[in-house]
């Protein structure tokens, strides 16, 4: 009965550089969403996933942001030649459907991401 | 434009005190309001669901309201603990999904209980 499980769960990283960050959801879920909160800051949504396509892009922040996933399970959110103001908690989060047929939704731990 | 507010941004209180937390909203179409609570290093975790006809639903000290014809919801914290201490957030889930898969969040409210 494992949960949403993210790796690593802190990730140091210096300016520039690449980072690919994992979520592995609940099995069976098919809706899957990531997520990224800042310091003191609410949740902010970057991409959801139903099965492996991802309806919407526009709310990741730049193209330096990307995701993928494959297989209806696992999902990689990769940013490239990283900032600081990337630096926040990135949070995955799964549910059996997407949130409008009131699913529950999972989250996992989160990916602390600190750009120095 | 679908928002979620949240009042107050942090609260201190004593431990065995209660405690009400707001949310108003602005969603629509409306499908249903859910409350989490988010320990420091973790993620939410969801503590109530509420549909369009609920006005009330209760988790063990926790109960939240809902009123939809002003757009508000409330989180009452009965007899408060120190693990209670964490950030509240209300969410708002939207019929349509639009570029947030359905989801929007309020910022949360930082709980801090003393003992």
């Known amino acids: 009965g494992a949960g949403v499980s993210q790796s690593p769960s802190n990730k140091v990283t210096e300016k520039g550089k690449d980072v690919e960050l994992r979520c592995d959801p609940i099995?069976?879920?098919?809706?899957l969403y990531w997520y990224r909160q800042s310091l003191g800051q609410g949740l902010e949504f970057l991409i959801y996933f139903q099965g492996n396509s991802a309806p919407d892009k526009s709310g990741l922040p730049s193209d330096r942001f990307s995701a993928e996933r494959t297989g209806g399970s696992v999902s990689t959110l990769t940013i490239q030649r990283t900032q600081q103001e990337d630096s926040a908690v990135y949070l995955c989060?799964?549910?059996?459907?997407?949130?409008?047929?009131?699913?529950?939704?999972?989250f996992g731990p989160g990916t602390r991401l600190t750009v120095t | 434009k679908n928002q979620v507010e949240q009042s107050p941004q942090s609260l201190i209180i004593l431990e065995g005190k209660n405690c009400t937390l707001q949310?108003?909203?602005?969603?629509?179409?409306?499908?249903?309001l859910r409350w989490y609570k988010q320990d420091t290093g973790r993620g939410p975790v969801s503590l109530t669901i509420?549909?369009?006809?609920?006005n009330t639903k209760s988790n063990g000290r926790y109960t939240a309201t809902l009123d939809a014809d002003t757009k508000q919801s409330s989180l009452h914290i009965t007899a408060s603990q120190l693990s209670d201490s964490a950030s509240y957030i209300c969410v708002v889930i939207c019929v349509y999904g639009g570029s947030q898969g359905n989801l929007i969040f309020g910022k949360g409210t930082k709980l801090s209980v003393k003992p």
């Open positions: 509420m549909t369009f006809s609920e």
């Open positions: 099995s069976g879920h098919t809706a």
């Open positions: 989060a799964s549910s059996l459907e997407l949130a409008r047929v009131s699913p529950e939704q999972y």
């Open positions: 949310c108003n909203y602005t969603v629509s179409p409306f499908s249903n």
